[in-house]
């Protein structure tokens, strides 16, 4: 199999096991949201250990301790992690799976704001255009739910976040897992602990399959992650965009098809706008990027030798 197809094998796959993810959510009742998340960032602490031991890949650790500026980026990172990954399984346990596939719609938008506001880029015009359909959807959707979608926005705002500091980090895929996770570990255990003295615990508590599921809460966090790395080294950026809404296709399917969760005119028309702004952004991605392949090929085309 050539680097290519590996590259989208690796990709699907890990679109697909986000997709499906709520599913697997929602096995996790009766336990707490804060539960969840806390056996996530344990658990996932021991399944990349054992994972980097069989790569015999420990050595990355002594030479980040001498990194101080690094060790903070990764701080940041973990409390941004935390947070998309809190909110997401608070909005799957309190049955809102359509506002929490809203966010993964809109995070490439907010990636490009980013850009703008904190790295000082300019935007083409079809990317401003794209920001302000996507603007005027989150106000529809506001008057939708009477609220802010502010489940959505706090996804796509954290991951956003943590993207941009894992890009400035350039830490592998396990090795930066591996750190985050550790950060937040002694919190989530401390948790787990104050949980099981009051007799809240549901891990060991309600059965055998239960408890798995909740073990297997950190294989489920980093396979995905692992087969999204082994992807972004194969593709080019703007193959891997094209199949990135796979996954909030599918968790916006969950919501609607299995889990029965309302969406009335006006919350279809909001999500109208958001796959329009998406439609006009990866429309100028792609053309942005085939003219770049072709003025580099210009100017790497050495000129015919005249006779």
């Not at 942005?288 to 090929?297: D, G, L, P």
């Amino acid at each position: 199999m050539t680097p290519l197809r590996l590259g989208y094998l690796y990709g699907i796959v890990a679109y697909l096991l986000w997709g499906f993810f709520p599913l697997y959510l929602k096995l996790l009742r009766p336990a707490g949201s804060m539960e969840i998340l806390a056996h996530r960032i344990v658990w996932s602490v021991v399944f990349v250990a054992l994972l980097l031991g069989a790569m015999r890949n420990a050595g990355f650790l002594r030479a980040l301790l001498r990194r101080p500026r690094a060790l903070a980026g990764i701080g940041v990172a973990a409390a941004l992690i935390a947070v998309n990954w809190g909110t997401y399984i608070y909005g799957v346990t309190s049955d809102r799976v359509v506002e929490t596939a809203l966010g993964y719609f809109i995070n490439p938008l907010v990636v490009v704001l980013l850009g703008v506001t904190v790295l000082g880029e300019r935007l083409r015009p079809a990317q401003w255009a794209a920001l302000g359909i996507g603007g005027l959807a989150v106000a529809v959707l506001t008057i939708d739910y009477g609220r802010l979608p502010y489940l959505a926005l706090a996804l796509a705002l954290s991951f956003a976040g943590y993207g941009l500091v894992k890009k400035r980090l350039g830490l592998p895929a396990a090795e930066g897992l591996f750190v985050e996770s550790a950060v937040l570990a002694l919190p989530a255990l401390a948790y787990l602990g104050w949980l099981a003295a009051a007799g809240d615990a549901t891990f060991g508590q309600v059965s055998v399959g239960h408890t798995v599921l909740l073990v297997s809460a950190g294989a489920a966090t980093a396979i995905p992650l692992l087969l999204f790395a082994g992807a972004a080294n194969r593709l080019p950026l703007t193959n891997l965009g094209m199949i990135q809404y796979l996954a909030p296709i599918l968790q916006l399917g969950c919501g609607v098809l299995i889990f029965h969760e309302p969406m009335p005119p006006a919350r279809l028309a909001g999500f109208a706008l958001v796959w329009a702004a998406l439609i006009v952004f990866t429309a100028d991605a792609l053309r942005h990027s085939h003219r770049t392949h072709r003025t580099r090929r210009a100017t790497t085309t050495p000129a015919p030798t005249p006779r």
